[in-house]
């Protein structure tokens, strides 16, 4: 079993950055490929960012590639979501999510547990 609690959103002017965080429990955080995902009102979840378990590497989404940067401390068992130039498209609730396959990454299904979020605003 894993807990995720995200924290770290709030409202930013366009340009601006945040740091998302998701602290994990348990005591195998470090063989779960972890992912960030998104979801804006009326629209589906989507993929944001992931980064492998086995190897730490990482999976952007084109709309963020370049601007976001997900890494992990298994140390302290939390993972970040670095934003840098932020668009008013970014607003969303962002979810950290966890599983053990990290085969089709991309896909929310395939994610075993889940956060319950954190709005970020990006205001024009």
């Known amino acids: 079993q894993v807990q995720l609690v995200e924290s770290g959103g709030g409202l930013v002017q366009a340009g601006g950055s945040l740091r998302l965080s998701c602290a994990a429990s348990?005591?195998?955080?470090?063989?779960?490929?972890m992912a960030w995902f998104r979801q804006a009102p009326g629209k589906e979840r989507e993929f944001v960012a992931a980064i492998l378990w086995s190897t730490s590497t990482t999976y952007y989404a084109d709309s963020v590639k370049g601007r976001f940067t997900i890494s992990r401390d298994n140390a302290k068992n939390t993972l970040y979501l670095q934003m840098n130039s932020l668009k008013p498209e970014d607003t969303a609730v962002y979810y950290c999510a966890a599983t053990r396959t990290g085969v089709r990454i991309r896909v929310p299904r395939e994610y075993d547990y889940w956060g319950q979020g954190t709005q970020v605003t990006v205001s024009s």
């Open positions: 348990g005591r195998t955080f470090s063989s779960y490929t």
